[in-house]
């Protein structure tokens, strides 16, 4: 199987040089910014699990949080509130047991 010279990408960076034009990538940028891009994935796991974790919840504007209930439902009755320190799984801050938003899930 013979393997094109050149492969069309978005436009690739390694480090503070381009490995590649808008159009073309060769075998060794590929490999280098392959080389780069695992090592700067590895180095992302050394971050403390609450850090990842708030990374992952959407901001509340974004869901349409609102702090009243909407069709009978609010965050109390919701498989991501957590009661204890009235946060939620996926919303990021401080919610409102009787609040809801779009990410609503019955429990």
């Avoid at 080389?35 to 509340?60: D, E, F, N």
Wanted: aromatic fraction near 8%; charge should be positive; charged fraction near 20%.
């Amino acid at each position: 199987m013979k393997i094109s010279k050149h492969v069309r990408t978005f436009g690739f960076t390694a480090g503070n040089a381009s490995c590649c034009s808008m159009d073309r990538l060769t075998r060794r940028g590929f490999m280098s910014g392959s080389a780069a891009l695992a090592a700067a994935s590895l180095g992302g796991t050394a971050l403390p699990r609450q850090v990842l974790a708030a990374a992952k919840k959407s901001p509340k504007k974004l869901v349409k949080y609102q702090t009243s209930p909407k069709n009978g439902h609010h965050c109390s009755q919701c498989t991501f509130f957590q009661p204890a320190s009235k946060t939620c799984k996926v919303v990021a801050g401080s919610i409102d047991p009787n609040g809801w938003c779009l990410r609503w899930a019955k429990k």
